[in-house]
């Protein structure tokens, strides 16, 4: 499968915790891209890497929310302190400079 | 956040039916994307336009790209039960990042067999 791949697919947390997610884009694509999907809604961005350097963070970013792409290859997601509003699917997604965005299956967080 | 102005919000049709649904916004956009997103996937991509009055197909679907650059609609023609799902418009504004697109709230369809 040459897809944008997430991991987990589901995370169910407490209140408090903290919680990172995995996305390794396709393999070729220099850009990648976090969203945030509420029930009902479209997907809203988070964030934007090219290769390594972090570009662009949405407000919705707040301070518990980090994510990087060390290698410029997969990134990670962190939220720390997680909240029930923290509820949503988290997709990912990637491209190069010239194609439009590709996203992954997502990793669907539940705060309880 | 800012979200485009989709419709309807929901469609219940008969098999066989063709089906339009459309996207607004106050906002001139540089390109239009068309998604799929079906439970408990991430959206796919259908169509994208970077012209306007550019009119694309992709088998029975087709889109196009408003002439002020504030709309777009997308048609399905002959819908079949598979067409179900939650069709995006998206859309990359004038001056922002290729990444940052801003989407609608989504067209529920459903097809009666």
């Known amino acids: 499968d040459t897809g944008v791949s997430q991991d987990p697919r589901h995370k169910i947390t407490k209140r408090g915790q903290n919680v990172t997610f995995r996305c390794d884009p396709i393999?070729?694509?220099?850009?990648l891209y976090w969203y945030r999907q509420t029930l009902g809604q479209g997907p809203e961005f988070l964030t934007y890497?090219?290769?390594?350097?972090?570009?662009?963070k949405s407000r919705l970013l707040s301070d518990r929310f980090s994510a990087e792409r060390p290698k410029g290859s997969f990134s990670t997601l962190e939220i720390q302190r997680t909240e029930q509003g923290d509820s949503a699917m988290y997709l990912c997604a990637s491209s190069t400079s010239n194609t439009e965005a590709f996203f992954g299956q997502g990793t669907r967080l539940t705060v309880v | 956040g800012q979200q485009l102005n989709q419709s309807p919000q929901s469609m219940f049709i008969q098999e066989g039916e063709d089906v339009s649904m459309n996207c607004t916004s106050s906002s001139i956009f540089n390109t239009w994307l068309w998604y799929k997103q079906e439970p408990g996937e991430g959206p796919v991509l259908l169509i994208a336009l970077y012209k306007a009055g550019e009119l694309t197909s992709n088998g029975r679907l087709t889109a196009q790209f408003g002439i002020t650059r504030k709309d777009s609609f997308l048609n399905i023609s002959a819908s079949i039960p598979s067409d179900v799902g939650i069709y995006f418009c998206?859309?990359?504004?004038?001056?922002?990042?290729?990444?940052?697109?801003?989407f609608g709230k989504g067209t529920k369809l459903s097809v009666k067999p």
């Open positions: 998206a859309g990359q504004r004038y001056g922002g990042s290729q990444g940052n697109l801003i």
């Open positions: 393999s070729e694509h220099n850009r």
């Open positions: 890497f090219q290769n390594e350097a972090q570009l662009e």
